[in-house]
């Protein structure tokens, strides 16, 4: 039986992780599964650990380990991500596992992301089209797609995965992805998806609530998304991506943004939104150097 | 018929009682609608009649004067009487106010078996086991006719309706229809004949002398095999129904001439006891010895349903004429039962009501438009034509109906609606299933329920089942949860359960919940039972509950989180705190569906949408109470007439006394109010009105505990407490009041006060001089010798003829005198007791703060503006847009951008693998507009736009307008965990997915620019801050510079407001040079000569500007006092005439016109300045000159400052962006 079927054991951890619930994740009792689940469930766990930036717990929980391909991956990842400026050891590293053991889901799933991530777009495509039936590779792909600008592949994949795993979690939330990227009523129906995870109690955390508050910026309902914004806040006050899409948020609405900005200074300076600021307000001095106004004295 | 139809039958009321035979409604009137009472009479065989109130469930009374059986019994239509007759023979008639038998009608020679009256004669009718049909007049209390023929016993007599028939039952097996038209004549025709005449008349029931007859048989009906129980006419159509012993019921039908059996209906296994027409519905309902009730298809005379009871016979069923309610009775009493569920099935989506009407037609309901939409969709297949669908589920994503019905056990039907409404189509594609509930959960799923099985599924759009959950037991109904729950209800509790944990979350103990009510914001849902409402919150804490008497039926939230709610009579509302009262009352039960505003939108049982008035002002005030929102209150007190007992008594219950005074306008309850809050003034002054001593009392008291010794005064002079008083200036150290107070004593010849006075006051001689008076001449002594007044000693011995050996003297110590005041305390009260003004008076009190700001900041004599004459500005400005419409024409110089911009960027068109383009990009391409470039993040094409369209060269002011747009250009939407945020872009376009045409939405819209910096620079101007205003003009210029609108109208409206900014910067730039040189001096005599020339010459370039009127007259006035102060008298006369003209101030022209009188007698300027007030002129934005008509100059391409053409090619001193004179194809802001 597919352990991630809805009778499967693997079925609520898995959700978990895909809804952000990682703590849920982490305290989630998996001492009665079958063995043939133990490693997977572990898998989750820790990357769920990832998520939440535990990188040398990670890295110390796996040592020793590296024998299972799975946990190797998942060293990879950890270190790349602890500092992905200085990773080309670790991309090295997640490029050999991609050869060696590429059949590998966990390898797929992890090494992908770091392929990916450090630019090797093609590798970790390759990489991830290895998979077998796997939502997680499915959702990767997708998110690929669009990071390339391409829409177009994103919807195909999505589509693909929608008739053999009808509407699953992962399918529904990676069209979601593609929904923002095509908008028009797409918005609508992302926000619906959105919603429904992020609203109710069971299912509800920061990560679903950005997606429902961002859904809601690009439907024009500002105020709206800022209660979302807030919701996720309150869960979790240091929440990057809130933080990042509240500062846009109150842009938008004509608002101050400057103070959001410093707390998503404090929670992570390196941020792609903020990086991306300063990459443009270099930018502009450059552009900004080509006129030289005269001044009347 | 099967048992599973039961269902559908709903009993109201039962009674437990002997055996009952007779059945009558209270009759409906329309007007007064009070009269209407929810009453039945039941004749019971043990001798007994009942009135019961079916809706509260009570005997409100028993009428027991016949001996044996009472058969029958009924209502007067009009009056408050009824009949009965019983097995005496007796006919009696009752008066249910006075509550006793008013007469008995004897005549009757065996069992009454029926009583009826006639719908507007005042006949009753009377049929007997005596075989004889009788009329009697209740008026005159006469038997006025005898219809015989039958020869078994009548079981049973009616009158038509309408026409003047009797139809008749009997056990001769025959039904016989008489014609009594003849009688109406005679009674109704003007009469000579004497007493005698009539009696005679009435007893012969043969023709009279004209031919006559008083009733005649018209037609005998002949069918039944066995005697017939039971007979009714149809009230509008000529039909006939009876029910008989050989256990049928038969329809007979009728026409002038001649009357035939129509049909059978079969069914009943015993004798068939009685059966009626169903008032509204083609229905014959029947009940018989068989112990069912039974309903059946008029046109078909097919069974439509049937219910059977245990153990009981049925005897009689009587029909409300005009609600919907059916009374039965039986062997241990009655049963008030409905045949159908009257609430229409109905769903509220925001603006939209979506319900299904009597013909079972989907329709929709417009709440902004008030608008009835035609049939959308037929749902006559659904579940039985005699059963009306329960409930309807709307789903907005899919635009889906699910619709359940309880037929054949429950099913429902997912329907998908037409996006037009086109008629009563059938639906296709409809999917069904069996269940007792179904409720959309999700966009793409849907929970259906079986009672039977206890059993949960849900399903997807397909109807296929994805999940399956087991209720807890007991589960009687589901409702929707919020998102991705259930709310599952037993008989005792409701239980909150999430259905992808497949887990409950909550429970909540409460009895017998009907209906969820759930809010518009999603927090809070109402859970109604029969008699009780109770609020919780989305995870099921209760939040507060109430009662009810009378049956609750619907609700409905207002969009400020107040529920109101409907009962059988009533709509009331309940706030969050559980405080509720009545609303409005109701003529009839409707279903509440939404409320707003002062509309309550509601469907009557007819399924027809309605929309009632109502009065939210008093739940809208307590809720403002409640939160706290004053300026709320405010507004309701002001706008609306809300007084009252009850709210009075809400406000000082609710601990407010300060605000119910706001209402209150009896001066003894005020009073009691301002005492118990503390407020003295109004306290005093209704004090005053009603000069009561005893008010004065309680005022002291409050004013002594508030340290209010000036109202404690008053006090005590309204009561003449003389002792208290002079306590009281003693206390607060008022030696004058004091010495007046003892001068009273005096006065009044009251020693002891004086001598008190004279103790505060330290007045020994005052006091010795008492002494003497009153004879103590020990005690004079005794304090004259204390205090040291030897002489005074001496005088008193003289005066008692002793000497001072003679007395032997205790030792009196030293002389006391009580201490001087030091401070004059008593002029003000002590800050004792805080006064306690509630932010709520302070608001009513201070009407106008938002004045104070505006009167306080004039530093430089600028007077007073007012805002009405801003707004007459701001009315100008936009007439004036409609002229610079034909500028705007010349604006749009073409599109040459737009291919250069282009080549820029690589053709990526499809290529099969590899990066796409991104929506920045495409940005780019398809806008000319500069911000969609700063958006996109191409800001050196942007510069290039700016550059070319408006000569932009210096771009350092536009640096955060640059990083606004581009910062609120996209968004971060998390997505694998480990993997960058995917970057999503927020547009403008929303409804656009062809990507030729997307845009971003750019933040600060003109709108928001116009309602902000705008009118705060205008403030700014107005109340002199000119720094500040400066700002925010050059503010303006620089949103506007890089932003997008949404019309061609908005084009020409962003460039007046461009050039409005450019114009007040200019005159604010003009004024602070002047300010910069001279300060704020208005004298200029000690300033150099060329700085006085300076001064006088920028106060007088400061009017040219273009600005509103109001401003113009502010910078004219400014001008006119420096000119007339410097002797300038030709240039004050000037302004001052302009000023005169133009001026929007009154003031300002009463001053105006002072100074030009001085003026004129010697209009000669002291110091020759650069100023012609006849020339046209414009002032140069660097040098602040002016710029005659004709001279060359140069201006700046985006903000139209003019320059002196020397200038040229500098950067503008006014935008700070554009270059002075540089070619440029004019601003681009829409696409």
Redesign the interface.
């Known amino acids: 039986m597919d352990p991630y079927s809805a009778e499967g054991e693997l079925v609520n951890i898995h959700s978990a992780f895909h809804q952000g619930q990682y703590s849920q994740v982490l305290d989630f009792d998996t001492s009665s599964f079958s063995s043939s689940n133990a490693v997977p469930a572990r898998l989750l766990k820790l990357r769920a650990q990832i998520a939440l930036e535990q990188y040398d717990e990670v890295i110390a929980d796996v040592s020793g380990e590296e024998s299972t391909p799975d946990f190797a991956a998942a060293k990879v990842l950890a270190e790349y991500l602890k500092d992905p400026w200085d990773s080309e050891e670790a991309v090295e590293t997640a490029k050999k596992l991609a050869g060696s053991k590429g059949d590998n889901l966990g390898v797929q799933l992890l090494a992908g992301t770091v392929l990916a991530d450090s630019g090797n777009v093609e590798e970790a495509l390759a990489l991830l089209s290895k998979h077998q039936g796997s939502l997680d590779a499915v959702a990767m792909i997708v998110q690929i797609h669009l990071q390339q600008n391409r829409t177009d592949l994103a919807a195909k994949e999505a589509l693909n995965a929608r008739k053999w795993a009808q509407d699953s979690l992962l399918v529904n939330v990676a069209e979601s992805w593609v929904g923002l990227r095509q908008g028009g009523e797409k918005y609508q129906s992302a926000y619906y998806v959105f919603e429904e995870l992020a609203q109710a109690p069971a299912t509800q955390a920061p990560l679903t609530l950005v997606g429902q508050a961002i859904s809601e910026i690009h439907l024009g309902r500002l105020p709206e998304a800022e209660a979302a914004l807030q919701q996720a806040l309150d869960i979790n006050a240091q929440d990057a991506d809130a933080l990042a899409n509240l500062m846009v948020l109150n842009t938008l609405a004509g608002k101050d943004a400057a103070e959001v900005m410093g707390r998503l200074e404090m929670a992570r300076p390196k941020h792609q939104a903020l990086l991306d600021l300063k990459e443009k307000t270099e930018e502009f001095e450059a552009a900004r150097a080509k006129y030289t106004p005269k001044f009347e004295a | 018929m099967s048992k599973a139809q039961y269902p559908s039958m709903l009993t109201k009321f039962e009674s437990k009682s002997s055996r009952a035979k007779g059945i009558a409604f209270h009759p409906k009137r329309r007007v007064p609608s009070s009269l209407n009472k929810p009453w039945i009479l039941v004749s019971l065989h043990s001798s007994t009649i009942q009135l019961w109130d079916y809706r509260m469930g009570t005997l409100i009374d028993r009428f027991e004067e016949h001996d044996g059986p009472v058969r029958g019994i009924d209502f007067h239509k009009t009056q408050p009487l009824f009949v009965s007759g019983g097995d005496d023979y007796k006919i009696k008639v009752w008066s249910y106010q006075t509550r006793r038998c008013l007469f008995t009608l004897n005549g009757h020679l065996d069992y009454v078996r029926t009583v009826f009256f006639h719908h507007e004669l005042p006949w009753i009718l009377s049929s007997s086991d005596d075989q004889t049909i009788r009329i009697w007049n209740w008026q005159n209390r006469s038997l006025i006719c005898t219809m015989t023929g039958h020869n078994h016993y009548t079981m049973c007599a009616q009158f038509h309706p309408k026409e003047d028939l009797i139809v008749s039952a009997s056990l001769d097996q025959s039904v016989r229809v008489w014609d009594i038209s003849g009688l109406r004549k005679k009674h109704s025709a003007p009469t000579s004949m004497t007493f005698e005449d009539q009696m005679a008349r009435a007893n012969a029931n043969q023709a009279d002398m004209f031919g006559n007859t008083d009733a005649v048989v018209k037609f005998v009906l002949e069918g039944h095999d066995r005697g017939v129980n039971w007979v009714a006419f149809h009230p509008t159509l000529p039909l006939i129904v009876s029910a008989g012993d050989d256990r049928l019921v038969k329809l007979w039908r009728m026409s002038d001439t001649k009357a035939w059996e129509v049909d059978t209906c079969r069914g009943h296994f015993q004798n068939v006891s009685a059966c009626l027409f169903h008032p509204h519905q083609d229905l014959i309902i029947s009940v018989g010895e068989d112990k069912t009730v039974r309903v059946w298809d008029l046109n078909k005379r097919t069974s439509v349903q049937s219910f059977k009871r245990e153990n009981d016979r049925f005897w009689v069923i009587a029909a409300h004429p005009e609600i919907n309610l059916f009374a039965a009775g039986h062997d241990n009493g009655v049963m008030v039962f409905k045949l159908e569920r009257e609430r229409p099935a109905s769903a509220v989506y925001q603006n939209q009501l979506f319900y299904i009407t009597k013909e079972k037609h989907v329709r929709s309901f417009d709440f902004a438009k008030s608008t009835e939409s035609p049939s959308m969709l037929s749902l006559k297949k659904l579940g039985s034509p005699w059963m009306p669908p329960r409930t309807l589920s709307y789903n907005p994503?899919e635009r889906a109906i699910l619709v359940t019905s309880p037929a054949d056990g429950g099913t429902y039907e997912l329907v998908s609606l037409p996006r037009d409404a086109s008629g009563a189509v059938e639906p296709t594609d409809t999917k069904r299933g069996s269940g007792t509930s179904a409720v959309f959960v999700?966009?793409?799923r849907f929970a259906v329920f079986n009672q039977a099985s206890q059993q949960i599924d849900i399903k997807?759009l397909t109807n296929s089942t994805?999940?399956t959950i087991k209720p807890p037991h007991g589960t009687v109904d589901v409702y929707f949860g919020?998102?991705?729950?259930l709310l599952l209800i037993t008989a005792t509790s409701v239980v909150l359960y999430?259905i992808?944990?497949k887990k409950q979350?909550a429970e909540l103990a409460v009895n017998g919940v009907k209906y969820v009510v759930w809010s518009t914001d999603?927090l809070h849902a109402a859970l109604l039972s029969k008699h009780n409402v109770t609020i919780v919150t989305k995870?099921l804490h209760q939040v507060s509950t109430l009662h009810e008497t009378i049956r609750i039926k619907s609700a409905t939230w207002d969009d400020a989180g107040v529920l109101l709610y409907s009962t059988l009579n009533h709509i009331k509302y309940t706030l969050m705190n559980g405080d509720n009262g009545i609303v409005r009352t109701l003529d009839q039960t409707v279903y509440l569906v939404r409320v707003k505003g002062r509309n309550i939108y509601c469907l009557d049982r007819a399924a027809k949408p309605k929309v009632l008035a109502i009065d939210p002002t008093e739940y809208r005030f307590k809720l403002a109470l409640v939160k706290r929102d004053y300026d709320e209150m405010l507004n309701i007190i002001r706008n609306s007439s809300l007084v009252g007992q009850s709210i009075i008594s809400y406000l000082q219950k609710k601990g407010y006394p300060e605000i119910a005074l706001q209402f209150v306008q009896d001066p003894q309850t005020r009073f009691e109010l301002a005492i118990e809050c503390g407020n003295l003034d109004v306290a005093v002054e209704m004090a005053r009105q009603l000069d009561r001593p005893k008010l004065w009392q309680r005022l002291s008291t409050e004013a002594l505990a508030h340290g209010n010794h000036q109202v404690v005064e008053m006090t005590y002079q309204k009561l003449r407490n003389f002792d208290k008083l002079s306590f009281l200036y003693l206390a607060t150290g008022d030696q004058e009041k004091l010495q007046r107070m003892a001068k009273i004593a005096e006065h009044r010849g009251d020693m002891t006060a004086r001598f008190q006075n004279a103790l505060y006051l330290g007045d020994v001689e005052n006091r010795i001089e008492m002494f003497k008076e009153v004879d103590l001449y020990p005690l004079a002594y005794m304090t004259a010798k204390s205090h040291g007044l030897e002489e005074e000693c001496q005088a008193i011995l003289e005066a008692s003829g002793l000497t001072e050996d003679q007395i032997a003297l205790v030792s009196t110590g030293k002389a006391l005198a009580p201490p001087k005041p030091v401070v004059p305390t008593y002029k003000t009260n002590w800050p004792v007791k805080g006064t306690s003004t509630s932010v709520f008076e302070k608001a009513l009190l201070g009407q106008a703060e938002g004045g104070d700001d505006d009167a306080a900041p004039y530093t430089n004599g600028y007077g007073e503006d007012n805002l009405i004459e801003a707004d007459d500005g701001a009315a100008r400005d936009q007439m004036a847009e409609a002229d610079e419409d034909e500028d705007a024409a010349g604006w749009d110089m073409g599109n040459d951008v737009e291919a250069e911009v282009e080549d820029e960027f690589v053709n990526v068109e499809a290529a099969e693998?590899?990066?796409?383009?991104?929506?920045a990009d495409l940005w780019a391409r398809n806008s000319p507009i500069a911000a969609d470039h700063v958006a996109g993040?191409s800001?050196?094409s942007a510069?290039q736009l700016l550059?070319r369209q408006v000569g932009?060269?210096?771009?350092?002011p536009l640096?955060s307008r640059?990083?606004?747009v581009?910062?609120?250009s996209?968004?971060?939407?998390?997505?694998?965990?480990?993997?960058?945020?995917?970057?999503?872009y927020?547009?403008r376009t929303?409804?656009?997915?062809d990507s030729r045409k997307?845009l971003p939405?750019i933040?600060?819209d003109l709108e928001?620019i116009v309602a902000?910096e705008l009118q705060a620079g205008k403030t700014q101007m107005r109340t002199n801050k000119l720094e500040d205003g400066i700002q925010s003009f050059k503010k303006i210029l620089h949103l506007l510079l890089v932003n997008a609108v949404s019309s061609q109208g908005e084009v020409s409206e962003a460039k007046t407001v461009i050039r409005t900014a450019a114009q007040y910067a200019l005159a604010m730039s003009i004024e602070l040079e002047r300010r910069s040189i001279v300060k704020s001096s208005t004298d200029l005599a000690s300033f150099p000569e060329d700085v006085k020339k300076r001064a006088l010459e920028l106060s007088a370039y400061f009017t040219i500007p273009e600005m509103d009127p109001s401003h113009v007259t502010l910078a004219l006035f400014s001008a006119m006092n420096l000119a007339h102060k410097n002797k300038q008298l030709s240039s004050a006369l000037s302004f001052a005439n302009s000023l005169i003209e133009k001026g929007t101030n009154a003031k300002f022209k009463e001053s105006a016109r002072k100074i030009k009188t001085v003026c004129e007698r010697n209009p000669n300027d002291a110091v020759e300045i650069e100023f012609d007030q006849f020339a046209e002129f414009e002032i140069c934005g660097?040098s602040h000159t002016p710029i005659y008509g004709g001279s060359p100059s140069a201006v700046c391409p985006y903000d139209g400052t003019k320059y002196h053409s020397t200038?040229k090619?500098?950067?503008c001193?006014v935008c700070e962006v554009a270059?002075i004179g540089a070619p440029a194809s004019g601003l681009r802001l829409f696409v």
Not at chain 2, 952 to 956: E, I, L, Q, S
Not at chain 2, 990 to 993: F, G
């Open positions: 994503a999700a966009r793409n997807d994805t999940k919020g998102t991705g729950c999430d992808q944990q979350l999603g995870s693998t590899g990066a796409g383009s991104s929506e993040g800001f050196e510069m550059n932009a060269v210096n771009f350092k640096e640059f990083q606004e581009y910062q609120a996209k968004t971060f939407l998390p997505a694998t965990a480990g993997m960058p945020p995917l970057v999503n927020v547009r929303v409804n656009e997915t997307l939405l933040p600060r928001s902000g660097a200038y090619g500098t950067v001193k270059q």
